[in-house]
């Protein structure tokens, strides 16, 4: 139950995030309400109840593995949060565009959308990869993350250029260098759930292979002294 939550939760930010990332180059109301929203209504109370029944289950006498899996689902949601309240973030960016008529550059708004499009592949990606206890999905994050800490970089020195050229207005400067910081962070968190989703996986197959050579060894007959 608690794992399904986290997934629905995490499916949500991601939603979330693009919406966030389309209203700030569109500059579209009703994705901004959406997103608002959405955190509101959906993550924020889903985060609380999530929490609440997790701190339950920990009192209880539960095995090592079941401790270690609500630790997990715990820190996981921490992260899910925190990309839900980053999304609000980019949204109100968007906003901020709108009442101050901030214009971006071609350039620019391509570049934001390309940026965006891989953070937004990355941490759907560590979604799935929970949601299906896949190794080689997580693996795949792990990749992206580094795909998207090369594209930040480029995406950043071509701002920087642009500033020098005079072709960038010092709001949309600010505007748009914290929507890549975040940008950035939302694709470290995907990498947390990856990193996460790989440890558990490794940690379970060795819990496994343990207990197959206890019994193996339980069943070895001792040979007469």
């Given at each position: 139950?608690a794992a399904r939550e986290l997934i629905r939760v995490g499916q949500i930010t991601a939603e979330m995030v693009a919406d ?83 214009a971006f550059t071609p350039a620019a708004i391509e570049d934001l959308q390309a940026v965006s499009r891989q953070a937004h592949e990355t941490y759907l990606l ?100």
């Amino acid at each position: 139950e608690a794992a399904r939550e986290l997934i629905r939760v995490g499916q949500i930010t991601a939603e979330m995030v693009a919406d966030g990332c389309q209203a700030l180059v569109d500059l579209d109301t009703e994705r901004i309400r959406r997103v608002v929203s959405r955190e509101q209504e959906q993550v924020d109370p889903i985060d609380k109840e999530l929490t609440r029944f997790i701190n339950l289950l920990m009192n209880r006498d539960l095995t090592r593995a079941q401790q270690q899996r609500c630790f997990q689902i715990k820190n996981l949601l921490i992260d899910i949060e925190r990309i839900g309240d980053m999304a609000e973030d980019i949204a109100g960016f968007a906003q901020e565009r709108i009442d101050n008529n901030v214009a971006f550059t071609p350039a620019a708004i391509e570049d934001l959308q390309a940026v965006s499009r891989q953070a937004h592949e990355t941490y759907l990606l560590a979604i799935e990869s929970f949601a299906e206890s896949d190794a080689e999905k997580a693996l795949r994050v792990c990749r992206l993350e580094g795909d998207f800490d090369r594209l930040y970089e480029r995406t950043r020195q071509a701002h920087i250029r642009r500033l020098e050229a005079g072709g960038c207005q010092a709001q949309a400067d600010v505007i748009f260098t914290e929507t890549l910081r975040i940008l950035e962070r939302i694709s470290d968190h995907a990498d947390n759930l990856a990193v996460s989703v790989s440890r558990s996986l490794a940690e379970r197959q060795a819990a496994r292979f343990s207990g197959r050579l206890r019994r193996g060894l339980r069943r070895t007959p001792v040979p007469p002294a």
